[in-house]
Structure formats: C-alpha cells, structure tokens
C-alpha cells in the first residue's frame, strides 16, 4: 500500500494485477474438480430417475396379474414418464415359473446414455403366476 500525494492510501495497478493473477490461477485449479462434481451430480439425478421409471413399471406389472404379463419396451422416456425430449428406454422381461414353479420373475431395467455411456438399472421382482 502506498500513500500517495493527496494522503491517501490505495493498492498500486501491480498490487491489483498479482491479487487478479492469483485468483484466476485458483479458479483454473478448481474447474476440473467443479466438472467433475457436476458430472456425478448429473449421473446421480439420472440415476434416481430410472430407478423411479423401472419401479413404476414393475408395480404396474405386479399388479396386471402374471398370467397376462409380455415381455416389451417403451421409450424414449422422460423423468416423469412422458415420452417429450427423453433419454430413458424402459424394458421388460416376464421368466414365467422361475426362479422355481408357480412364480414369475419380472426384469424392468432401464437404459439411457449419458456422455457417450450406457448406463443401466436393474430391478426384479417375483410374482405368483
């Protein structure tokens, strides 16, 4: 800090060059770091998402009865079901007496692709047939 003619006190133009200098080195040091959490942010909203679509499915399925159950798809999908901008690709697949006789194994998983991956969920149930 200097005092200048009139009294008063200020930081020089270099003093305000190294202060802008430092931080835009920190910023550039953090940015991969704030990608990055955003990216799993990203993956994790998607992924909750998908768990809910294949839940929704599976319930439906549950309650339809196994002895009317097909194996099928729908998609694209959005978050709430509708098929307007949606990344989600719902299947489903009915194993009639599996895991043993008398009950239905029902598969409902969920594909979308995030960043040039394919990402998966899983859910499966079992239904009396």
């Known amino acids: 800090m ?10 020089s133009i270099i003093e ?3 202060a802008v200098g430092v931080f835009a080195i920190v910023v550039v040091g953090l940015s991969p770091s704030l990608l990055s959490a955003k990216s799993v942010a990203d993956l994790g909203k998607d992924r909750a998402i ?21 194996t099928g798809s729908d998609g694209p999908l959005n978050s709430s079901g509708g098929t307007t901008n949606g990344i989600f690709t719902r299947h489903w697949t009915i194993t009639p007496d599996s895991p043993i006789a008398g ?5 409902v998983y969920i ?9 998966r969920v899983d859910l499966v149930a079992v239904a009396h047939s």
């Open 2 to 11: 200097k005092r200048g003619m009139f009294g008063q006190s200020g930081a």
């Open 16 to 18: 305000l060059l190294a």
């Open 50 to 70: 998908a768990t809910t679509l294949a839940a929704d499915k599976l319930e439906y399925l549950r309650q339809s009865g196994a002895s009317l159950l097909v």
């Open 103 to 107: 009950l239905t194994q029902i598969l």
């Open 111 to 119: 594909t979308w692709n995030e960043r040039g991956t394919l990402n």
